[in-house]
């Protein structure tokens, strides 16, 4: 099992940059794949970035690529979503997840393990 705790959100402009954070408890950090996902108000929760068990292969939605990048780093426990030139259709809680497949999957319902989330709100 395995916690995972959000932080970083805030709000911003149009064109601006943050950096999620999602910090993992636990020794098994490195025995799952990782995801982020977010949902804005009125919308299904949809999927932003994935990032594999072993940090090598990464995806990301058509909508985030080339903006987001998503990172892991084993000793921190921890994964990282850095957001660059931000939108205002960006604006939604982001979720962190924790997935037991080594590649991590697009599907929100495969993931076992989920943070709180973190709200990014991005102005015109």
């Known amino acids: 099992q395995v916690q995972l705790v959000e932080s970083g959100g805030g709000l911003v402009q149009a064109g601006d940059s943050l950096r999620l954070s999602c910090a993992a408890s636990?020794?098994?950090?490195?025995?799952?794949?990782m995801g982020w996902f977010r949902q804005a108000p009125g919308k299904e929760r949809e999927f932003v970035a994935t990032?594999?068990?072993?940090?090598?292969?990464?995806y990301y939605a058509d909508s985030v690529k080339g903006r987001f990048t998503i990172s892991r780093d084993f000793a921190k426990n921890t994964v990282y979503l850095q957001m660059n030139s931000l939108k205002p259709e960006d604006t939604a809680v982001y979720y962190c997840?924790?997935?037991?497949?080594?590649?991590?999957?697009?599907?929100?319902?495969?993931?076992?393990?989920w943070g709180q989330g973190t709200q990014v709100t991005v102005s015109s």
């Open positions: 636990g020794r098994t950090f490195g025995t799952y794949a």
């Open positions: 997840a924790a997935d037991t497949s080594s590649w991590g999957r697009f599907n929100e319902y495969e993931y076992s393990y």
């Open positions: 990032i594999s068990r072993s940090g090598g292969v990464t």
